[in-house]
């Protein structure tokens, strides 16, 4: 394995360890703390989980042109999570239907709400899969 491919495959793995952590979390909302998800957060999740799955087969395989694949998914999930975070900043209607501008959860420590953490987590993986595309 040359430097550059195992540098990727470290990036890959890193990004798994991303997608793997906010799956479960938007899990965690659910189940745990028994919070309904909105119309947005369902798409995001569509976005989300299967990323886990193609980063991590990538990273075990060490394939890291997968960026190419999930970097449209990446920028899907990245562009709801922003409209969703605009829409409970600004305290607007949803219009894709259900409370997608209630806040159901806060951080203590940062005051995030859930599609602030989703839009930290998008932008994560962003960075980590176009920091991929430029080292292959």
Do not use: K
Request: with cysteine; proline share 5%; hydrophobic share 55%.
């Amino acid at each position: 394995m040359t430097g550059r491919r195992s540098a990727a495959t470290a990036w890959l793995s890193a990004a798994t360890a991303v997608a793997t952590v906010a799956t479960a979390g938007s899990l965690w909302f659910s189940f745990g703390l028994g919070l309904t998800p909105c119309d947005l957060c369902w798409y995001q999740r569509i976005a989300m989980y299967p990323l886990v799955v193609v980063l991590g087969v990538a990273a075990v395989e060490e394939r890291p042109a997968v960026s190419r694949t999930a970097l449209p998914l990446v920028a899907i999930g990245l562009s709801l999570a922003a409209y969703h975070s605009y829409l409970q900043a600004t305290v607007g209607e949803c219009t894709v239907g259900g409370p997608c501008a209630t806040v159901l959860w806060r951080s203590p420590v940062f005051g995030l709400t859930i599609p602030n953490l989703s839009l930290v987590a998008f932008g994560l993986l962003a960075v980590l899969l176009v920091g991929i595309r430029r080292r292959v």
